[in-house]
């Protein structure tokens, strides 16, 4: 079975260059802009605050901690919030990231999916060092879990200029529930690790599993435009597709529902499968295309960035699959919204 790499997403956030890309920086400033696509509402009780997140999840911690939600503004971001456990030194904090699963997906699937990427982040030098100390098996909001703690050297971003490599501990909790999977994560500076453990440890225990609320920030149709042995450019210029191989089309049509500044129409998040099981990603080629459809000329498919609520935005797809498989349905995947059109 495979997963998305979300260690490759939500670990590289979470230990590696972006602090930035889940929306922290290094001032301690606590956000209170919410988007449809994650309407947290802190509740205070005591000293203390409940973030309840509508990706099916609450998590207590102290009030006078600053927190951070920007990740929720980006729709391919898994990242629901960030908890600064130290006034000064913005790497140390606790994150709970989320992403969608397939029916059927195990908490070892999830599990063994994480710590593949971990090791091959490491291999391909991104981590150095990568050490994981300990497994453990437990529960977490009365669901099996698992936890790794591991350490290593990682680059860290703290600003859009600066990355510094930092040895670092991280604990890491793996949860499934209802077709998602969850990642709450403690992570510090190993000269400051044990320092703030305790604290991490009750804020982890505290997190709690809640009911999704269904959001729908956009919508996603799609119309054949048919299949080739060739595929021509809009410079003109022709591609053929491999041996025994054929390029099939698509004109796929979006509209921003209800989110501020959403980013629509990355091909990498359209993916084809086939009556067979079979998953297809986009043909490169598909950047290189341009056609009439219905009187309109359309383009290859781009991300469009910042789109407004009521926004519309089209292109073309192409896939290449072999000349005897035969397309069942395109899936549409951002993190936040899965949309599956049967052709």
Known sequence: MKLKPITAIVVLLVVVASLLVAGCTT????????????????????????????????????????TDTNGTENASSPVRVFIYLSPTETVN???????????????????????????????AGVYKNLAILSETNSTLSGKPAHTIVF??????????TTVTNKSLKIIQTFVVNDNTGYVISYKAIQSDYNKYLTLAEQVINSFTLTTKT????????ATSLGSSSTLSSSY????????????????????????KDLDMGNPTEIKLRDTNGNIYSY?????????????????????????????KYSGLIAFQIPTSATPKSLTYDDYTNKITINL
């Open 236 to 259: 003109g210029t022709p591609t053929a597709a491999a041996t025994n191989n054929k390029f099939v089309t698509y004109a796929v049509y979006f509209q921003n529902l209800n989110k």
């Open 283 to 311: 043909d490169s080629f598909t950047y290189s295309l341009q056609q009439q459809v219905n009187g309109v000329t359309l383009k290859g498919l781009s991300v469009e960035t910042n789109t407004q609520p009521g926004d």
């Open 151 to 160: 350490s290593g050297v990682f680059p860290v971003r703290y600003s859009t």
């Open 214 to 221: 269904p959001t729908t920030l956009i919508s996603v149709n």
């Open 93 to 123: 904090g606790i994150i709970v990231g989320t992403e969608g699963l397939a029916s059927g997906t195990t908490l070892n699937d999830f599990v063994n999916a994480q710590i593949t990427n971990l090791k091959n982040y490491n291999s």
């Open 27 to 66: 001032s301690n400033t606590s956000n209170t802009n919410q988007t449809p696509s994650d309407s947290a509402t802190p509740s205070i009780n005591s000293d203390k605050t409940t973030f309840s997140s509508t990706a099916g999840f609450t998590i207590t911690f102290p009030k006078n901690l600053a």
